[in-house]
């Protein structure tokens, strides 16, 4: 940062006498080498910042046209503000970038109104950021973590492994094999993941190569529950399945190392998994069926429920496979994907783009409130700085955009300390001022190694250092491009209060308690719709095709959009801090699995798709009667939790309430139960698996037993 910033703003204002361009080559490396956060190494953010080039180029263009007028740079303040907090819906990368984008929009939105400076702010502003992309590609590499690839690719080794055992004597895992299943799967938790490396995206790579981890997690689950045979040995049938299971994972793992697709292998399963079918369906009775009732199957009750176990392996696996080679090939996948699944198979980028900022349009989007509170605290900022003509205004808008965060509690601690920084650099700026006067050559010299101290220092004391260090340096900055006075340290505390104020108005306005009361209403939202699937599909697998398609379940499209609204909110929470001081949120539970609550989202509308997948074959009037009541008895567990979580509800108690984890298999079985009645109840003793691991004994925890 140092060897950029100054060799830009040396390089115009001493060497070709360009203070416009120098002021425009310094701030575009602090913007988007300082303010921004991108995740990943330095050759990972130099291909951002290279991507984001034309961007840059955009918002000077725009805010130095904008600022002839108050009114104009006012509205475009707004707008720009607001689009650019609003690109985290893409992901990591572009909300890391988003405050650096911020301020070069800031920048040449304030007076001077002079588009005839346009052609030094860019040229300026490429030569700090063309510096800044080969400093971060070249000085201090670092080395590449493992990408999402790479551990997803792993993990279905493992799966295989599993896989393998389960098919050859003695027919089980151990417990080393189930907790190298347990590790395998929490590599693949975002909590586990740099942000660089999550598949966080709005394409359909990303969203497939999500996909990939959620199925391999789902498939390392199921592999590592799978009980034992009951007669010691497996028949042919589910031999055959597991072993194609293995083969398909193998080559799935060399699929996503860039290898082929997995089409062999996945027909083989598709094949082996058909037999398995029909030899649950059991041998048809003379004559025909009465409608609504079963084929009485001649295998007993345990073998069964071990089919619709492995049945269940297989079905992850295939999602798993599919979901891989879109990852790895995109519009080339040679797997035909199911439309209901991967919806986003083959569909345009900017469709898939309007369904993800369509999903986070509205107040309980997280992302939405975050674009919404930076925007009109900016604007606000830009407002009081053009109405009152602030000297300097740059600085209290900047200000507003480096304090403002996410909750209140956080907000006023950022301000507190940052004015006591801000407050130190000022008396430490108004007695170099004073002593080195109107001698630029005194600051020439000392702003290098200033640079260096400050943007060392800084991001590791805290915002109180930062501010501090801050203020001098952009005071040795301004005293070299106008003549200097001690008063510049008076304006630089003057705005950077204006600025807090503005920041610690909104902060207390629009959503002050961030995302720790939006995660539990999100999550309750989440439950109650999918104790609306649950429902609705244990019905419709009672009657036998009364639903013949997943998109005809009630709810399932807000099931979906319930999960991206949760998911979006779980990912702030993790990054802000817990209340400082006083008493804890109320009431916000921490000894809450938020990932087992989202997975139960998942679990339910993958379980849902697969039990409605046609040909649907009828149950008998006790095995239909035994489903829906297991279905109810599920939804009312959900509808429980719900309520202890939604702060909006009449009695938030906050304590997750236990849930039974015989809840399904305490039920008794109803005789001559064909394959479909074991497969509904599994799916259901899945997700009563994970409602039972939402309940936490503290804030930070390990998985349980298994990987979910």
């Known amino acids: 940062m140092t060897l950029v910033a100054a060799a830009g703003f040396y390089l115009f204002r001493y060497g070709l006498d360009r203070p416009v361009a120098a002021t425009y080559a310094l701030f575009a490396a602090v913007a988007l080498g300082g303010l921004a956060k991108i995740p990943g190494t330095g050759r990972q953010r130099a291909a951002t910042v290279l991507r984001l080039l034309p961007v840059c180029w955009l918002l000077v263009v725009v805010g130095t046209y904008l600022s002839v007028r108050t009114w104009s740079a006012v509205v475009g303040m707004l707008a720009v503000g607001f689009a650019l907090a609003f690109a985290a819906v893409g992901g990591p990368r572009p ?20 588009p005839g400076t346009l052609g030094e702010r860019l040229i300026g502003t490429t030569t700090g950021l063309v510096l800044f992309i080969a400093a971060e590609a070249l000085i201090f590499p670092e080395p590449s973590p493992p990408s999402y690839r790479e551990r997803a690719a792993h993990a279905v080794r493992t ?30 938790r975002s909590l586990t993941v740099p942000e660089a490396e999550r598949p966080a995206g709005a394409g359909m790579r990303d969203r497939a190569l999500a996909h990939t981890g ?9 592999l590592a529950q799978l009980p034992a045979a009951p007669c010691g040995q497996p028949g042919p049938e589910v031999t055959a399945v597991l072993q194609a299971v293995a083969r398909l994972a193998t080559a799935t793992a060399e699929c996503l190392g860039g290898g082929p697709s997995s089409v062999e292998p996945y027909e083989d399963l598709v094949k082996a998994r058909a037999h398995l079918s029909a030899v649950s369906a059991g041998p048809a009775p003379a004559g025909t069926p009465a409608p609504g009732t ?61 369904h993800r900022l369509r999903g986070h349009t509205g107040r309980r989007s997280v992302c939405f409130q975050n674009a919404a509170r930076i925007a009109l605290a900016l604007t606000a900022a830009r407002l009081v700085a053009g109405v009152d003509t ?33 407050l130190a650099g000022a008396l ?35 915002v109180g250092w930062a501010q501090g260090l801050f203020t001098v340096l952009v005071a040795l900055v301004f005293a070299q491009l106008a003549p200097p006075t001690w008063r510049l340290a008076e304006v630089r505390v003057l705005n950077v209060l204006v600025g807090s104020a503005i920041g610690a108005v909104f902060g207390l306005l629009a959503w002050p308690r961030g995302a720790h ?16 699937i649950v429902v609705a599909t244990g019905a419709a697998v009672a009657g036998g095709g009364a639903v013949t398609a997943p998109s005809g379940v009630p709810g399932h499209h807000s099931l979906q959009r319930a999960v991206i609204l949760a998911e979006s909110a779980y990912a702030q929470f993790q990054s802000e801090p817990a209340p400082f001081g006083g008493a804890p949120r109320r009431p916000a539970p921490r000894s809450v699995d938020w990932q087992a609550t989202l997975m ?36 009312g567990r959900m509808l429980l939790i719900s309520a202890a979580l939604d702060p909006g509800s009449d009695t938030p108690t906050g304590r997750i309430p236990l849930i039974d984890p015989e809840l399904v298999g305490s039920v008794t079985e109803p005789p001559g139960a064909p394959c479909l009645y074991y497969a509904t109840e599994s799916w259901l003793d899945s997700l009563v698996t994970d409602l039972t691991r939402i309940a936490r004994s503290g804030p930070e925890h390990g998985p349980g037993p298994y990987p979910s």
């Open 428 to 462: 430490v700026t108004a007695a170099a001022l004073s002593l080195a006067g109107t001698d630029t050559a005194v600051y020439a010299v000392v702003l290098p190694v200033w640079m260096l101290f400050a943007f060392t220092v800084g991001p590791v004391k805290g």
């Open 600 to 635: 139960a989202g998942h679990h339910t509308l993958w379980g849902s798709e697969r039990l409605l997948a046609p040909p649907l074959t009828g149950l008998g009037s006790v095995a239909a009667d035994s489903v829906s009541g297991l279905g109810d008895r599920v939804a």
């Open 214 to 222: 959620l199925a391999t997690r789902t498939l390392l689950s199921r």
């Open 294 to 354: 079963a084929r009485p199957p001649d295998l007993p009750p345990a073998v069964l429920r071990r089919h619709a176990d492995v049945l269940e392996i297989a079905d992850a696996a295939f999602a798993m496979a599919t979901a891989a080679d879109l990852a790895v090939h995109g519009r080339h996948a040679a797997i035909e994907a199911a439309r209901g699944r991967f919806w986003y198979a083959g569909t345009w980028a900017p469709v898939l783009w309007w």
């Open 390 to 422: 602030l000297p300097h205004g740059f600085w209290a808008t900047l200000a507003t955009l480096t304090l403002t965060r996410t909750t209140m509690d956080e907000t006023w601690d950022t301000i507190r300390r940052a004015l006591a920084g801000t």
């Open 95 to 114: 909300a890391g970038a988003a405050p650096g984008l911020q301020l070069l929009y800031i920048l040449p939105s304030f007076p001077p109104y002079a």
């Open 159 to 188: 799966a295989a492994h599993g896989a393998t055992l389960l098919a050859a004597p003695p027919y089980a895992l151990t417990d080393r094999d189930i907790r190298a299943a347990w590790e395998a799967g929490w590599c693949l």
């Open 517 to 532: 009361d939006e995660l539990r209403h999100a999550t309750a939202e989440l439950l109650r719709r999918a104790a609306e």
